[in-house]
C-alpha cells in the first residue's frame, strides 16, 4: 500500500495542469507572462491555427492610472473545429473562439489557464463524445505545456 501510495504521488505530482472548482484547466509555466504568451502565439500559429487577437490587460489598467499583475488573454481558433461545435449549437460561438489568459499570480508564479471545452459547451445542445470536443482539449493540453516550457 505504501508503496502504491509512493507512485501515486509520484504520478500527481508530475501532472502540469491542475483543474480548479471552476472547470479551469490552469498549467504552471516556467517563464514570465511576455515570454510564455510569445510561446504560445507562436505554438498557436505553428499548429495551423488562427490568432484573432492578444490583449494586454495589465496595459489597459495602465491607461486608466490602475495597477494590475503582467495578464494577457490570447484569441484564436480553427474554423474547422469550432464550425463543428456551431453546427451543434449555434450558442457555442459565445465560448468560440477558444481563449487562454497568461497571467502572474500573487505569488509571482505565472500560469497560463483555459476553459475545459467539455465543460464549456456542457449546457449546450452538444454531446459530450464529439469528436471536436476531444480535438480542442487535446490541442489546448499540447499548446499551454508547450507554452509552458514543458
Known amino acids: 500500500m505504501k508503496r502504491f501510495l509512493a507512485v501515486a504521488a509520484m504520478v500527481m505530482a508530475g501532472l502540469p495542469a491542475l483543474a480548479g472548482n471552476d472547470d479551469i484547466v490552469k498549467v504552471k509555466s516556467f517563464s514570465d507572462v511576455a515570454s510564455t504568451m510569445d510561446r504560445l502565439e507562436s ?5 495551423g491555427a488562427n490568432v484573432f487577437a492578444r490583449v494586454d490587460h495589465a496595459a489597459g489598467a495602465a491607461s486608466v492610472d490602475m495597477d494590475l499583475a503582467p495578464t494577457q488573454v490570447l484569441i484564436f481558433g480553427n ?3 469550432g464550425t463543428q461545435a456551431m453546427q451543434d449549437d449555434p450558442v457555442a ?16 508564479q505565472v500560469w497560463l489557464a483555459y476553459e475545459d471545452p467539455k ?14 470536443i476531444k480535438t480542442m482539449t487535446g490541442a489546448l493540453g499540447k ?8
Open 43 to 47: 505554438a498557436v500559429t505553428g499548429a
Open 79 to 81: 474554423p474547422k473545429i
Open 93 to 108: 460561438g459565445l465560448f468560440l473562439p477558444m481563449k487562454v489568459l497568461v497571467y502572474r499570480d500573487g505569488a509571482g
Open 119 to 132: 465543460e464549456m459547451f456542457d449546457d449546450l445542445a452538444i454531446a459530450d463524445d464529439a469528436g471536436y
Open 143 to 150: 499548446l499551454t505545456a508547450k507554452a509552458a516550457g514543458q
